[in-house]
């Protein structure tokens, strides 16, 4: 049996979990959310084994889908690549400053941020530099 491992991706083009949300109802109504990435990750079992995805919007991390399946993909170019299926849940967690990187990255269970508690996951979030001016003070 193997330990679960999320992964952590830049989400482009939105500007919080909101937009991410409402991008993902109008694409794919009530059925899963699916996100087609280059590559399929070498740690699948642990990803499936309760990992989620977390997203990054403007160098902060703010929420997390819980990964129900990898399937293979095939582009209109030829070329293979993987179906990231997400639960439709988008769960708020605990703002934690990331700084850019390219594709995904794993994120073991450790360094994941705590999901927030039901009643502030509604709350706006504080501004990307207040965060990593915060983070770097150790009051966050």
Known sequence: ???PI???KL????DGPEDLEQWQRERFGAGPAVHVTRMRPKRAEELLDGGSIYWVFRGVM???QRLLDLQERIGADGITRCALIL???LVRVAALPRRPFQGWRYLQP???PPDLPPGRASEDALPPELV???TEM???
């Open 138 to 140: 150790g009051l966050l």
């Open 132 to 134: 990593r001016e915060l």
């Open 11 to 14: 989400c482009v083009g939105a």
């Open 62 to 64: 703010l929420a997390r």
């Open 1 to 3: 049996m193997t330990a």
């Open 6 to 8: 999320h992964m952590m």
């Open 87 to 89: 639960d439709r849940d």
């Open 110 to 112: 450790k360094d994941a």
